[in-house]
């Protein structure tokens, strides 16, 4: 069975610094998909940057970068410039590249941003 | 183009109860996952439906269950309410036909209280 470990429960930036949020994830298979998704206190889970596993290039989304590793299983997302609307709870997420496949979340990290 | 819609957004039952939740998603997607997310067990999957059936189950007793009509609409419906079926179920839909980006799209919930 797929599992996701986040291993931060709790991380806190200076606003303006930047801040790097692990994820670990193991699986036997060879295509999936990875995500990160903020939940912020209004709880609507968003996504915030998707990696494909055939893709070996890092995705990027403007402020929000990942550094994956897929021999190591290693997903870990890179913040920078923090912003005060960055403070959120931020899942990670693992998802079989089949239809009907489940997402499998990680314990998730709240993050919190110091003015 | 609207998102991933909920309701009711909040509802407090007693044991014994059962409850329906109504989920709404976006236009042009079929499939439907249902969520439920707890601080002591975190996000865990309950169900999938595509085109009416369903493909995918959670670890779940049978108190849990749902169902997709025509239009993509999906309810669940959770019977014999117990104190630890308190949550938030968040649904999430996917794929418009044709594009498959392996994301899932989340609406706001539905926070259930059993007293």
Redesign the interface.
């Known amino acids: 069975a797929q599992t996701v470990t986040q291993s931060q429960p709790e991380m806190s930036v200076q606003e303006a610094e930047t801040v790097t949020l692990s994820c670990t994830y193991d699986t036997s298979e060879s295509d999936y998909y990875l995500f990160w998704y903020k939940q912020p206190p209004s709880r609507q889970m968003i996504l915030v940057i998707r990696q494909e596993a055939y893709k070996q290039q890092n995705a990027t989304e403007n402020r929000f970068s990942v550094n994956f590793q897929k021999a190591a299983k290693s997903f870990s997302l890179k913040i920078s410039d923090s912003q005060l609307g960055d403070a959120a709870m931020y899942f990670c997420a693992y998802r079989r590249n089949f239809g009907n496949e489940k997402l499998t979340f990680g314990t998730g990290t709240r993050l919190t941003i110091i003015p | 183009k609207a998102g991933v819609t909920q309701t009711p957004r909040y509802l407090i039952k007693t044991r014994g109860q059962q409850v329906t939740l109504s989920c709404s998603p976006i236009s042009g997607h079929r499939?439907v996952?249902w969520?439920q997310q707890t601080p002591g067990q975190?996000?865990q999957?309950l169900f999938?439906y595509?085109s009416e059936t369903q493909?995918?189950k959670?670890n779940f007793p049978g108190r849990f269950s749902g169902r997709q009509f025509s239009n993509s609409r999906s309810e669940m419906n959770v019977s014999t309410l117990e104190l630890g079926d308190s949550a938030?179920y968040?649904c999430?839909s996917s794929?418009l036909a044709g594009v498959?980006?392996?994301?899932?799209?989340?609406?706001?919930?539905s926070r259930l209280t059993v007293l």
């Open positions: 499939s996952s969520y975190g996000l999957f999938e595509f493909r995918n959670g938030l968040l999430a794929f498959n980006t392996g994301e899932l799209f989340f609406g706001e919930g």
